[in-house]
């Protein structure tokens, strides 16, 4: 084949191309700002309340450990001086194990408010993903990505209000057909 008619097949298949990439559709790609979900839908709130409620009862489970220690402490520095070298070193054990047993304790509690919010973080991450492959099939999206690693995008391709709105109506559904007060 001689290199004009080369030449002449590379321009008109380039002119295919582009007339072909002119009248396709334009990508649609959204962005969703997950953290925003979880501060401010329904679900998110009651999370953050139902944590909120397990620290506070934590706190007061240790206040109530903690104060035979701290009372155990304030005798032993009050009455070493008049006990006997065995009593001091026994009740500095008891005080070590009582301690040890508050650490414990302690570190029980984090596991335990960890692995709550990890379960509930989870349980709204899959229904907000729910819902975003929804909008995403339902309106032509060709990519829905996570906010937190977007440097830059138009307010017109965030979709947060629009999954906030349907997480929070389906859960007032959902809550009102099991006729309780809106709560995940």
């Given at each position: 084949?001689?290199k004009?008619?080369?030449?002449?097949?590379?321009?008109?298949?380039?002119?295919l191309?582009?007339?072909a990439a002119?009248?396709?559709?334009?990508a649609?790609?959204?962005?969703?700002?997950?953290?925003?979900?979880?501060?401010?839908?329904?679900?998110?709130?009651?999370a953050?309340?139902?944590i909120?409620q397990?620290?506070?009862?934590?706190?007061a489970?240790?206040?109530?450990?903690?104060?035979?220690?701290e009372?155990?402490e304030?005798?032993?520095?009050r009455?070493?001086?008049?006990m006997?070298?065995?009593?001091?070193e026994?009740?500095?054990r008891?005080?070590r194990?009582k301690f040890?047993?508050f650490?414990?304790?302690?570190r029980?509690?984090?596991?335990?408010?960890?692995?709550?919010?990890n379960?509930?973080?989870?349980?709204?991450?899959?229904?907000v993903l729910?819902?975003?492959?929804?909008?995403?099939?339902?309106?032509?999206?060709?990519?829905?990505?996570?906010?937190?690693?977007?440097?830059?995008?138009?307010?017109?391709?965030?979709?947060?209000?629009?999954?906030?709105?349907?997480?929070?109506d389906?859960l007032?559904r959902?809550?009102?057909?099991?006729?309780?007060?809106?709560?995940p």
């Amino acid at each position: 084949m001689p290199k004009s008619v080369q030449a002449v097949v590379a321009v008109l298949f380039t002119l295919l191309l582009c007339s072909a990439a002119s009248g396709a559709d334009v990508a649609r790609i959204g962005v969703v700002d997950l953290a925003k979900v979880f501060e401010q839908a329904q679900a998110g709130k009651a999370a953050q309340a139902e944590i909120k409620q397990r620290i506070k009862a934590m706190e007061a489970e240790l206040k109530e450990l903690g104060a035979p220690i701290e009372d155990l402490e304030k005798r032993l520095e009050r009455e070493a001086a008049g006990m006997t070298k065995e009593m001091r070193e026994e009740r500095e054990r008891e005080y070590r194990l009582k301690f040890g047993a508050f650490q414990a304790s302690e570190r029980r509690f984090q596991a335990e408010l960890k692995d709550l919010e990890n379960r509930l973080v989870q349980r709204i991450r899959e229904e907000v993903l729910g819902i975003v492959e929804e909008i995403g099939k339902k309106e032509g999206y060709l990519l829905i990505i996570n906010k937190a690693g977007v440097l830059y995008s138009p307010s017109s391709n965030d979709l947060t209000d629009q999954v906030i709105q349907i997480y929070d109506d389906r859960l007032a559904r959902a809550a009102a057909a099991a006729g309780k007060p809106d709560s995940p």
